[in-house]
C-alpha cells in the first residue's frame, strides 16, 4: 500500500518523536555524568540562578533523531535522495556543529564565554552564502523565485537580490531563535509550530521531500521538548537554536515563502527586535531602557510573570500568527 505524501510524513514525523524519546533519558545522564551543564547569565533574572548546571547541548538529540529518521526514510521509503533535502540537512548539521562548539566552551565551571559574537557572525555567514548560492544556483536547487503573501504569481529575483535576501534570512533566523532560547519549552515549542506550518505549506506546493522533513524536525522537537518542560533536565542550547532558526529558514526560502517567516515566526522577530530596540534605546537614551530586560520574555518575568505563564501565552501567540500565515500561503 503506498501512503499520501502527508500520511507518509506525518508518521515519519511520530518515528522521529519515538527514537528521540527512547535517546533522550540515556542522553540526558550521560550528559549529567561528563559534567556538561550551563553557566547561567549574571546579568539574567535572579530566579534562573537554579537552572545552574542543567545540561546543555540537548540539540544533540533533536539534530541526531533527525539525521536517522531521514536516513530511514531514503533506504526504506525513497529510493533517491532528493537534492532538496540535502541542503537542509546541510545547514542542520552545520550550525549545530557551531553552536556544539559554543556550547562546550560555556559549560558551567568553565572560564570561557564561548566563542565570540564575531566569531559565529562569520561562521553564520559562511554557512548562509553556500546555502543561498545552493538555492539560487540553476544547476544545483534553481530556486529563484518568491512568493509575496496572498499572491500567487511567483516573482523570479536576480541572484544579487535573492542571495543577500537568503543570507540574511539565513543568519536573522539563526540569531533569532537563539535569543529566543531563555525560558524552558519557548524556544522548543515555537520552532515545532513553525517547522509543522512550512510542512503544511511545502505540501500546498507538493514538495514531498521538504513535507516529510520539516514534520521530521517537528517530531524531534517534540520529544525534546518532553526533557525540556519546565523545569527543564536538558537545553537545547545554541546546538539546537542555531540549527533549527537557520534550517527553519531554508525550507522557507525553498517554498518561495520566505516573506512569511516573520509572520509564522512571529515570536522569534519580536525577541530578536527587542534587543535591537534595547540597544538603541539605551545607546540613544544615554543609558535609559526600553524594556524592563530584554528579550522580550525577560520582560514580562520581571512585571510579574511566572516562567510558565510567559512561555504559554507566547505559544499561543505563535499558534496564533502561524495559522496567518499558512493562510497567506494557501490563498
Known amino acids: 500500500m503506498q501512503l499520501e505524501p502527508m500520511s507518509l510524513s506525518l508518521l515519519f514525523g511520530v518515528m522521529s518523536c519515538l527514537v528521540a524519546l527512547v535517546a533522550g533519558h540515556p542522553f540526558v ?26 545540561p546543555t547541548m540537548g540539540g544533540l538529540l533533536i ?30 548539521v552545520s550550525c549545530a556543529i557551531l553552536g ?85 519549552s519557548l524556544a522548543g515549542w515555537t520552532a515545532f509550530v513553525a517547522f509543522a506550518a512550512y510542512g503544511v505549506i511545502a505540501y500546498r506546493y507538493r514538495q514531498d521531500y521538504l513535507v516529510t522533513f520539516c514534520f521530521t524536525v517537528a517530531g524531534a522537537v517534540a520529544a525534546f521538548l518532553w526533557f525540556n518542560a519546565h523545569p527543564a533536565e536538558v537545553f537545547m542550547g545554541d546546538t539546537g537554536s542555531l540549527a533549527l532558526g537557520a534550517t527553519l529558514a531554508v525550507v522557507a526560502l525553498m517554498v518561495g515563502q520566505i516573506l512569511l517567516l516573520p509572520i509564522i515566526g512571529f515570536i522569534f522577530v519580536a525577541e530578536a527586535l527587542s534587543v535591537i530596540l534595547q540597544v538603541a534605546f539605551y545607546k540613544l537614551s544615554g543609558g535609559r531602557r526600553l524594556f524592563k530586560m530584554a528579550p522580550l520574555h525577560h520582560h514580562f ?11 504559554q501565552r507566547f505559544w499561543l501567540v505563535s499558534v496564533l500568527w502561524a495559522m496567518g500565515g499558512v493562510a497567506l500561503a494557501l490563498i
Open 29 to 54: 545522564r550521560f550528559l549529567r555524568r561528563r559534567g556538561l551543564g550551563k553557566k547561567i547569565r549574571i546579568e539574567g533574572p535572579s530566579s534562573h540562578s537554579e537552572k545552574t548546571g542543567t
Open 63 to 92: 539534530c541526531g533523531s533527525v539525521l536517522i529518521v531521514t536516513g530511514v526514510l531514503y533506504f526504506t521509503v525513497y529510493t533517491t535522495v532528493g537534492r532538496s533535502i540535502l541542503l537542509p540537512l546541510f545547514v542542520l
Open 100 to 184: 556544539a562548539v559554543d556550547d562546550r566552551l560555556t559549560l558551567q565551571g568553565g572560564k570561557s564565554a564561548g566563542l565570540s559574537v564575531r566569531f559565529k557572525f562569520a561562521w553564520l555567514f559562511l554557512i548562509g552564502i553556500a546555502a543561498a548560492v545552493a538555492l539560487w544556483h540553476p544547476q544545483l536547487l534553481g530556486i529563484d523565485f518568491i512568493y509575496f503573501p496572498g499572491i500567487r504569481d511567483q516573482f523570479h529575483a536576480p541572484w544579487w537580490l535573492y542571495v543577500p535576501l537568503a543570507v540574511l534570512a539565513i543568519v536573522g533566523s539563526a540569531n533569532a531563535v537563539n535569543l529566543t532560547d531563555g525560558l524552558d
Open 301 to 311: 518575568e520581571l512585571k510579574g510573570w511566572s516562567e510558565t505563564h510567559v512561555t
